[in-house]
Nanobody, 131 residues
């Protein structure tokens, strides 16, 4: 069974840092680009960041540039790939449920920022930033 499982969310104060993890299992994701999305209460889901299937390219939403960093750790021996979202200088407006998603051969030549276009998606992890 293919799964993406997010973890690392929690309650932090403004200015703090948090690192989210997304563990992929059930198949190898070495040829999949990975992305993070978020959805705040009462708001539409929005794109946060993505990393290409090679790991060599990244893209960020303007509102997280310079504060968030996406990275990946592709295990070569098994199917347990992991993507991370390091979040620094968190703000109350970063409060949301964060989701990870995977898309085959996602590359810088054709970034995809709609979560519906990613084949695999996780269930999300809650991040709450207090002021």
């Amino acid at each position: 069974q293919v799964q993406l499982v997010e973890s690392g969310g929690g309650l932090v104060q403004a200015g703090d840092s948090l690192t989210l993890s997304c563990a992929a299992s059930g198949r190898t994701f070495r040829r999949y680009g990975m992305a993070w999305f978020r959805q705040a209460p009462g708001k539409e889901r929005e794109f946060v960041a993505a990393i290409s299937w090679t790991g060599g390219d990244t893209i960020y939403a303007d509102f997280v540039k310079g504060r968030f960093k996406i990275s990946r750790d592709d295990a070569r021996e098994d199917a347990n790939d992991t993507v991370y979202l390091q979040m620094n200088s968190l703000k109350p407006e970063d409060t949301a449920v964060y989701f990870c998603a995977a898309r085959f051969l996602l590359a810088a030549s054709d970034w995809v920022t709609r979560m519906e276009e990613y084949r695999y998606r996780g269930q999300g992890t809650q991040v709450t930033v207090s002021s």
